[in-house]
């Protein structure tokens, strides 16, 4: 059973930087697509970013476009996002996901990880 642990959240000031982490455990990584999903207050849970399975590909929402960046180390088990230039919009808890099935983007999410709660102050 793929379990996801996600890490890295903080509080931050508008224009910083954080790397979330997203570790799994029970499986390995390396055959999925995983995805990074992000819930403000009030708001749906929305996509963010997804990489492949072998990371050549990727894909971004057009909100983070240029300022975030996924990449994932199999031989970790682990999928980062690096988040710059963050502002209080980017205020979210963010999830990482894997789907049942599938290597590449987007993803059918079917395990998600507890979240990990990002805050950026003005």
């Known amino acids: 059973q793929l379990q996801l642990v996600e890490s890295g959240g903080g509080l931050v000031q508008a224009g910083g930087s954080l790397r979330l982490s997203c570790t799994a455990s029970?499986?390995?990584?390396?055959?999925?697509?995983i995805g990074w999903f992000r819930q403000a207050p009030g708001k749906e849970r929305e996509g963010v970013s997804c990489i492949s399975s072998t990371g050549i590909t990727s894909d971004y929402a057009d909100s983070v476009k240029g300022r975030f960046n996924i990449s994932r180390d199999n031989a970790k088990n682990t999928v980062y996002l690096q988040m710059n230039s963050l502002q209080p919009e980017d205020t979210a808890i963010y999830y990482c996901a894997a789907p049942t099935i599938g290597r590449l983007c987007p993803i059918q999410p079917n395990s998600w990880g507890q979240g990990t709660q990002v805050t950026v102050s003005p």
């Open positions: 029970g499986s390995t990584l390396e055959h999925y697509g």
